[in-house]
């Protein structure tokens, strides 16, 4: 897992050293409570952004994912969600770190908090 201690900027957020042109996939590593406002600045350090963004940018990570993050850009690109690569998320009953491209079901229960309370720790979220 990430140590976003450790980040460059003292933000605790990672930007992927992409540049946005290559095919591989650019990614902000966050901690949910982390707020939306931070990722855009950070990514849009590097000419990029989130695909999906909430209408009010000071509400944190983990709290509108875990309503799937809705925003004016999900009828474009979908909700903020179905933009996560990765999670660290700890419910009533487990702690798991997930990938999407391990279990595709096990990691959209997680995403959707299995119907119980949930806390984001840390999340891969795209940026193009």
């Known amino acids: 897992m990430t140590n976003l201690n450790s980040s460059q900027n003292g933000s605790g957020i990672l930007v992927s050293a992409c540049d946005g042109k290559s095919p591989?996939?650019?990614?902000v590593d966050v901690g949910g409570g982390q707020m939306w406002i931070d990722v855009f600045h950070a990514?849009?350090?590097r000419g990029l952004?989130?695909?999906s963004l909430t209408d009010y940018m000071y509400a944190t990570i983990g709290g509108t994912l875990s309503n799937a993050g809705m925003g004016g850009m999900a009828?474009?690109?979908g909700p903020q969600i179905s933009n996560v690569l990765q999670l660290d998320v700890v419910t009533g009953m487990t702690h798991s770190i997930l990938s999407g491209n391990l279990s595709i079901n096990l990691f959209h229960n997680h995403l959707r908090c299995e119907?119980?309370?949930c806390i984001f720790y840390f999340l891969e979220i795209i940026i193009v």
């Open 24 to 27: 591989l996939v650019c990614y």
């Open 43 to 45: 990514a849009l350090q």
């Open 49 to 51: 952004t989130p695909l």
């Open 75 to 77: 009828f474009r690109f």
């Open 115 to 117: 119907g119980l309370n």
